[in-house]
């Protein structure tokens, strides 16, 4: 039987499925789309407090993404889906996060394949990445570490083959260590690391690097919003790494920010953006108020700087919207 109906009316016309929309991430996602008029389905497990996003005028259905049953019913007409559905960070069970993490991707695929999905943009980690000093690149070695990063890794592959097989085009999302109100801590548990890692325009140590909610929404939206251009470009599979709102391609802000910081600021320098002792503790000044004022994203961040002495416009160096990566 299909998964039953919480609110709303029919499952007809709908435009967008957030998958784990009653997540710390997915709450968000779902606030955003609302908030722009998008009509708006949930696919979360029983468990899953369904309140808040039932008063953001979302459709909700209970089910699992490894039942295909509950993803069919819960797709309906959506031509994007948000996969933001992942295991508890307090589950050990490798067998469950394999079921969850890749199986869940697998069975998506296979029902989007029949349905109108245009594009799926899924969350994956930056822990797939081997732990280094120096900022990550979308082609940087991969060494997953743990069970959830080796079954993200899996997952990634399983969306790639799925996409190249069904047409549907999907984008990977490879997220840091996400942070923002209601995140359960984690900005006490990284800082220093936030203010002056996950805030600075590259972080020095890209695994332990952070982004905030609010950005990773921003980012997951516009690469959405970018897929059929990117698709035609690209492929219908591409990973990027999460950066900021802007969502700008790693390997794009790399080259020009090293650039820039060897043309005009030589607290910076190139490879990995080691700062000098000087450089850093003025960057991190810079963070830790942008903290305290609640606007401690990337964009934020380069907004700040440009008022910087030393530090030149970013604006003529960065690089443009999506699809410049």
Known sequence: ????????????????????GCGFVGQRMVSSLKADGHSVRVLDIPRADFTRVIDMGAKVLEGSVVDGESVRVALGASRVVYHMAAPAIAIRDERFIRKMVVAGAEVLMEEAEDSRVEHVVAASTTGVYARTDDAHSEDSRLKPGNRLERAKLDMERALEKAARRTG??????????????????????????????????LPERGWVSCVHVDDVVDASRRLASSARASDEDEGVFRVWNCVDDQAYSTRDLLRTIARLADASMPQLRSPGLTSSSKGRWAIRDRCVRLVERGRSSNAALKEELEGWPGWPSLEDGLPGELGTG
């Open 1 to 20: 039987m299909p998964v039953p109906l919480l609110s709303g009316d029919p499952l007809v016309e709908e435009t967008v499925l957030v998958t784990g």
């Open 168 to 201: 549907v085009g999907v984008t990977v999302l490879r997220l840091p260590n996400v942070y923002g109100v209601g995140d359960g801590g984690i900005v006490d548990r990284l800082v220093p690391e936030v203010v002056y890692e996950g805030t600075v325009i």
